[in-house]
């Protein structure tokens, strides 16, 4: 009985011989290094070589470790679909080829062809094959213009190819460059040392399930794959190949609609959603919460596909909903986002436009409340993780005394914290002006947060009148600091000067040169003198109109 798992150690040579040849099954990714990774690859065999003297014998060298591969692969059998190893395979090939093509002498031409050609035998009934086949949708490409006898020679500089293949195609001319560049024996002891002296673990399996095991152990110890193809292997372990392809095809859609760092943020607030616990190890909880009642499948087809339009919706303001009341504007402008995980649970299965505009509502002015308090994000994480408790005890989220909501007591806090210095602390300063924009302009949205920011109308710097700021028992600094002072600006107009006048300040900041003022710097259109008093007006006619949308 042969062995579940095998693992040898083997030079190019012999990987590139009769014993293997190898395929890319359809769910794996598409071919995905730059010519940065190919040429840092070049890099370190132009360093292993030129360490010797160009007289020394190429077996005398130390031998050079590509990393492992992970096959499946039956007992007797050549073919191997490679489950890790995708990226250095392609990229040799692709450097082999090229030696191929350049090489003047016919033999050793002809025994580089070798390596990536295999051909057939009548007696045991194989015919010609390359030793490499890449998905369907990248093979034909590769076939044609890399591995087939000349091919390489066939491309120009300036080639241009549909997307899928601009990877291939890019690291294709940038290889060829460098190794044309060689000088006849340096690019002979570089085929010499590739061939002979650069090796592989090769690792093989008898069955995917296995070979995922080990290729989710020995990637998740540190090396550079990311979680989201961690993952993805867990997925598709256990699924059929047609499943298993329709699931990497909807999951790389996904990842290339967001970016991979965005598509590990939805992973993240995913797993929060479910949890409502801190995610640590977005692996080791997503593993944790598949076996608890939430199937392979399932996660993709019934969770992960449809947060994925409402994560894109989020966060990105250029996607935009009628059903919007402007909370989702404000929410995206607070410094944490911790929020997301609860809104994805809760706006999945949320029908009526009435129940989505009181849920952000809601949702918005918690998020001022921990903002005011400045709640740690541990503390932030309890209370959000206490909303996805409620909602999978199958809560009414929306009913008074819970924990989306505020209590009296809350609600008196949240009162106090606006009428402390908290209210103009330099982190609530741009979502507090965007919120009160929305409420005396009507509008829903507004300029990107990123394209706004909050300056202060009267400085120290430029009094109107010369005059100390003073009124009441309110010092000119608590005036100066406070909500009151505070103003929109579009971030060209920051662009304060040390010698402008009170008045050049009030035309930079308020827009007269341009574009419509804020609807929360009307009120300051015509201040002229000591504004002191206007200030702590604005401030209070603030105040109350945040108590009121808020309901404290």
Not at 3 to 28: D, G, T, W
Request: aromatic letters at 8%.
């Amino acid at each position: 009985m042969m062995p579940s798992l095998h693992a040898r150690e083997l030079p190019l040579r012999k990987m590139m011989s009769e014993e293997y040849v190898f395929c890319i099954p359809n769910f794996q990714r598409a071919y995905s290094w730059s010519t940065e990774q190919a040429g840092d690859l070049l890099d370190d065999l132009f360093t292993e070589i030129d360490e010797y003297d160009p007289e020394c014998p190429v077996d005398a060298m130390r031998p050079y470790f590509f990393g492992s591969v992970i096959l499946v692969r039956m007992p007797n059998a050549p073919e191997a679909d490679v489950i890790d190893g995708q990226q250095r395979l392609t990229t040799l090939t692709m450097l082999i080829s090229l030696l191929r093509d350049i090489e003047t002498d016919q033999a050793t031409a002809a025994a580089l062809h070798d390596l990536v050609h295999a051909r057939g035998n009548p007696l045991v009934g194989t015919s010609d094959r390359f030793r490499l086949t890449l998905r369907p949708r990248d093979n034909d490409f590769f076939a044609a213009f890399v591995q087939a006898a000349g091919a390489t020679r066939t491309v120009p500089d300036d080639h241009a190819e549909p997307a899928g293949d601009d990877n291939i195609l890019r690291n294709l001319v940038f290889m060829r460059k460098a190794v044309e560049a060689l000088s006849p024996k340096r690019r002979q002891r570089l085929t010499m040392f590739v061939v002979e002296r650069c090796y592989f673990v090769v690792i093989t399996a008898a069955d995917r399930s296995t070979a995922y095991r080990i290729f989710s152990v020995i990637n998740s110890r540190g090396l550079n794959l990311s979680t989201s193809d961690l993952i993805k292997a867990e997925i598709v372990s256990s699924l059929p190949d047609e499943q298993a392809e329709a699931m990497a095809c909807e999951w790389e859609r996904i990842e290339g609609a967001l970016g991979r760092t965005g598509f590990e943020s939805l992973l993240h607030h995913t797993l929060f959603a479910h949890t409502g616990r801190r995610v640590k190890s977005i692996l080791a909880d997503f593993q944790s919460i598949v076996p608890n009642g939430i199937g392979r499948e399932a996660f993709v087809a019934d969770i992960l596909i449809p947060y994925a339009s409402i994560y894109d919706y989020l966060i990105n303001p250029k996607v935009t909903s009628e059903w919007d009341s402007g909370s989702l504007f404000v929410l995206r402008s607070f410094d944490f986002n911790e929020w997301v995980g609860p809104a994805l649970r809760i706006l999945n299965n949320c029908t009526e436009q009435a129940l989505y505009i009181e849920f952000l509502e809601k949702l918005e002015r918690l998020c001022f409340y921990l903002l005011l308090r400045r709640d740690y994000t541990g503390s932030r994480l309890a209370r959000f993780g206490k909303i996805v408790d409620a909602l999978a005890a199958g809560e009414n989220i929306l009913q008074d005394g819970s924990p989306l909501d505020l209590n009296d007591a809350e609600r008196q806090e949240l009162r106090g914290l606006l009428y402390s210095p908290a209210i103009s602390a330099t982190r609530a300063q741009l979502p507090i002006m965007l919120r009160l924009e929305l409420l005396l302009s009507g509008a829903t949205s507004l300029p990107a947060p990123e394209d706004l920011h909050v300056d202060k109308f009267a400085t120290r710097r430029a009094p109107a009148t010369g005059r100390a700021l003073t009124v009441g028992a309110r010092s000119d600094k608590d005036i100066l600091n406070g909500l009151g002072n505070l103003v929109l600006v579009r971030r060209r107009r920051s662009l304060a000067t040390i010698r402008e006048t009170a008045v050049e300040r009030r035309e930079r900041l308020m827009g007269h040169d341009a574009n419509e003022p804020f609807a929360t710097s009307v009120s300051l259109l015509d201040a002229e003198g000591d504004v002191t008093e206007r200030l702590d007006q604005r401030e209070a006619a603030f105040l109350e109109r945040l108590c009121s949308h808020w309901r404290l």
